[in-house]
């Protein structure tokens, strides 16, 4: 049902993947997560495209940690930061970060080893129904996404969907 991923640069570092739908307490469990009752961060899926997406905000995001470089105050804000194609922070939260209303959101973990207590403690605060963390994009919302990543109708013919929207984030630093 999760999807965990070894970092490649950080070894010693996990990403864990958790979805849910059918979220009942989504104001709940945003306010544990402002209030550090939660190591994660709670993102919105319909703005994700993939999984993979999610994999690169989180190494980014490992490795601003690792360098003492993050422009935000956790990791878990800097990975809902990273996803985003602007440098403002608040837009950040908004497009990316799970709110009150949401009945979808995906949990994302960074840990040192495989914690299978961490993942049961994550599912039993969240009231609703783990679904697989690949149907991420079961979720997706295409118009929502092309518009905020300002991806013309040209550039899918010669790539896909994920592929203009992780150059977007790569390159948000050097723009």
């Known amino acids: 049902m999760h999807l965990t991923h070894e970092l490649e640069l950080f ?4 990403v864990t993947q958790m979805l849910f739908k059918e979220v009942k307490n989504a104001a709940e469990l945003r306010q544990c ?4 009752k939660i190591q994660g961060a709670l993102i919105n899926p319909t ?3 993939n999984p993979f997406q999610v994999l690169i905000a989180a190494n980014k995001a490992v490795n601003l940690q690792k360098s003492g ?4 105050r956790s990791l878990y804000s800097e990975i ?15 497009r990316f970060g799970s709110s009150d209303g949401d ?14 207590q ?4 994550i599912a039993a605060r969240v009231s609703g129904r783990q679904v697989p963390a690949e149907d991420v994009s079961s979720l997706s919302d295409h118009a929502k996404i092309k518009k905020l990543y300002k991806i013309p109708p040209q550039e899918e013919k010669c790539g896909t969907l994920l592929d ?5 984030m790569a390159i948000k630093d050097v723009m």
């Open 69 to 72: 470089k993050m422009k935000t």
């Open 80 to 94: 809902i930061f990273n996803l985003s194609p602007t440098n403002n922070i608040s837009e950040a939260f908004k």
């Open 33 to 36: 997560a402002v209030e550090g």
């Open 164 to 168: 203009a929207v992780v150059c977007r």
């Open 47 to 49: 703005m994700l495209v």
């Open 11 to 14: 070894p010693d570092r996990r």
């Open 118 to 121: 961490l993942l049961s403690d």
């Open 103 to 116: 009945e979808s959101v995906l949990v994302v973990l960074v840990h040192d080893e495989d914690d299978p």
